[in-house]
């Protein structure tokens, strides 16, 4: 089967370093890409991997090991603004792309 | 600046109702999909379609149609709607490179069958 495993919640204080993991088991892998989303909003794109190793993109993080089928989106410096609902996704042959449930992460004060 | 809409935020309708979903992209991309995200499930692709009048069955196809008559527009059906459709359904569009894969959502619809 095809599956993305991520953690269903993280809570994390604000200010801190927070790592979303995801896993994945797919047929066929192009690359693998991170979705925010806010509650009631839609989801938006925050970053890429199509190679292994790290993307950095402002306080956002995103790497990958092909090897591994592993994944993971790092933020850092951690805004209450932050909270909200983190998807991995992996583009498949074709033009499908596969997501995975969500991570739920929730910024204290 | 990137534009994805979907013709309603919420849409109420009844069982066995036929109910179009509209979804228009400025952005003359060629790919365009079509999800339903439910609490747990994550986003589950319905349909896409690559090109005009091209399309693809996703994951979950069954009791859906869709329709892309124009490349900015790309319309869901569902042909006689049930309860179990109700749901968000969103739509997107997708720019695609050798370095990224960004897909652009529009709002969503919530959507209920009574």
């Known amino acids: 089967g095809q599956s993305l495993e991520q953690p269903s919640e993280v809570t994390a204080v604000e200010g801190a370093i927070v790592q979303i993991n995801c896993t994945y088991q797919?047929?066929?892998?192009?690359?693998l890409s991170w979705y925010q989303q806010h509650d009631g909003g839609a989801p938006t794109f925050l970053s890429y991997?199509?190679?292994?190793g790290l993307e950095e993109t402002g306080r956002f993080s995103s790497f990958l090991s092909r090897s591994d089928s592993y994944g993971y989106l790092l933020l850092q410096e951690l805004q209450m603004k932050d909270s909200a609902s983190y998807f991995c996704a992996v583009k498949r042959g074709g033009f499908k792309t596969i997501f995975g449930a969500g991570t739920r992460l929730f910024v204290k004060a | 600046d990137v534009k994805v809409t979907q013709s309603s935020r919420y849409l109420v309708k009844r069982t066995g109702e036929k109910v179009f979903l509209e979804c228009v992209q400025d952005?003359?991309?060629?790919?365009m999909f079509w999800y339903r995200q439910d609490p747990g499930l994550g986003l589950r692709l319905i349909y896409f379609s690559y090109d005009v009048k091209m399309k693809e069955k996703g994951d979950i196809p069954e009791g859906y149609s869709v329709s892309r008559e124009k490349k900015e527009r790309f319309s869901l059906i569902l042909e006689s709607a049930s309860t179990n459709q109700t749901s968000m359904y969103l739509c997107?569009?997708?720019?695609?490179?050798?370095?990224?894969?960004?897909?652009?959502f529009g709002p969503g619809t919530r959507l209920t069958v009574l």
């Open positions: 991997n199509g190679l292994d």
């Open positions: 952005m003359d991309h060629e790919n």
């Open positions: 997107a569009s997708r720019y695609l490179t050798g370095s990224t894969d960004t897909q652009y």
């Open positions: 797919t047929s066929g892998f192009y690359g």
